[in-house]
């Protein structure tokens, strides 16, 4: 084959925040925007890359992998070097690239540009899109955002945008390396989830979002643990510093909404789900310290105007928020939202569709 596309989404997280590189729980969905990528084969080992949202980009296959590329094509060109390290013969490629999903607004714009160009270059390669062969994807796109690009991610965005199931979560447990399918019928029970860009752009290779895993790393070794995981509450008073029984509070805690949100999305309790929202943010805020103003000012709208929760979703510093809402109220809810920024001075918010989507695909 010498053309493919492949198409990824975006996902939000409904709740398990911090928690995969911690050996923990995460309950993602796919959204509806998404990332597609054009990969034409060449004749040489050239590799160009355009997109919409990006300058052009001109290399050579001869010159990938880590420390040889810089910028948004690095996450491309990362995913080309791993697929190589795993024994594909990879062609020099022209790689198109159009998408949806805002970046730095933590809706997982890098995973889905990292799966969309797996996908479509597995394509080219002939190889059958099947469970086996997105498991695959999803930890090559892992390690070419975390060993190229820089940023300690810790495998949920990319298992999202290509296991999720379509109009489901997926439950993940990156202790025991199991998924789980969990139904997520919103238009049944006649609700919505809101999204909301707050417009404050975030990276993972920044510091914080590393700090944050640093501050994980030194609790595990303070506590003589194999992962956060297998901490409890009372792992606490063995702790000296204030912060790190805040962060390893976040991340016991977070572990159990999990599990209970799990829980209340198979008994139909939404009004639980949404006060699970609502208990993640403020752990999330308080405990982990990853919120910011824009983000509480989302948060704290949504339900004074009626959300049943709200909470941040992603990595924080940053990116958006989300609200369990609704249909009805759903209007209402982002102009409260837009009302607020206003008022506070701040940037104009963005509105996306939170509604369960399909993983990754080809055209």
């Known amino acids: ?20 590189y911690n050996a923990g729980l995460c309950l993602p969905v796919a959204i509806p925007d998404s990332t597609t990528v054009t ?17 052009d980009w001109t290399g050579s296959l001869d010159a990938l992998g880590p420390g040889e590329v810089e910028g948004w094509a690095a996450y491309v060109t990362g995913v080309l070097w791993v697929l190589a390290e795993t024994g594909r013969v990879v062609p020099g490629l022209d790689l198109a690239v159009t998408s949806t999903v805002p970046v730095g607004s933590g809706l997982s714009s890098s995973a889905a540009l990292e799966a969309a160009v797996a996908v479509a270059v597995t394509g080219l390669l002939d190889e059958p899109l099947d469970d086996d062969l997105r498991a695959e994807l999803a930890e090559a796109c892992r390690r070419a955002e975390t060993e190229v690009v820089g940023a300690p991610t810790g495998g949920l965005d990319q298992a999202a945008v290509l296991q999720c199931p ?7 447990d990156f202790d025991s390396g199991t998924q789980q399918p969990v139904p997520v019928p919103l238009a049944a029970a006649g ?10 752009a975030h990276e993972h290779a920044d510091g914080g979002y590393g700090d944050r895993r640093a501050e994980c790393e030194a609790a595990v070794a303070a506590l003589g643990l194999p992962s956060l995981r297998a901490a409890t509450l009372d792992s606490l008073e063995k702790l000296d510093d204030d912060v790190l029984r805040r962060r390893v ?4 805690t ?11 999305l198979e008994a139909g309790d939404w009004q639980e789900v949404g006060r699970l929202f609502d208990a993640s943010h403020d752990s999330l805020r308080d405990d982990y310290e990853v919120s ?16 049943l929760g709200a909470r941040m979703t992603g990595g924080g510093f940053g990116g958006s928020a989300i609200a369990l809402v609704a249909v009805e109220r759903a ?14 001075g701040f940037t104009g918010p963005g509105h996306l569709d939170g509604t369960p989507s399909a993983p990754a695909s080809r055209a």
């Open 249 to 252: 509070r976040h991340q016991v």
């Open 331 to 344: 209007d209402a809810v982002r102009r409260a939202v837009d009302a607020a920024f206003a008022a506070a």
């Open 1 to 20: 084959m010498t053309r493919a596309v492949g198409q990824a989404p975006g996902r939000v997280n409904l709740i398990g925040e911090h928690t995969d």
């Open 292 to 307: 910011c103003a824009e983000l509480d000012l989302v948060v704290e709208t949504a339900r004074q105007a009626g959300a």
């Open 254 to 264: 977070e572990n159990e909404r999990v599990g209970a949100c799990v829980a209340a």
């Open 166 to 172: 379509d109009g489901g979560a997926l439950l993940l």
């Open 191 to 200: 609700l919505t989830l809101l999204v909301v860009d707050t417009r404050v």
């Open 39 to 55: 990969a034409v084969a060449r004749e040489d080992r050239s590799v160009r890359l355009t997109s919409d949202q990006a300058p």
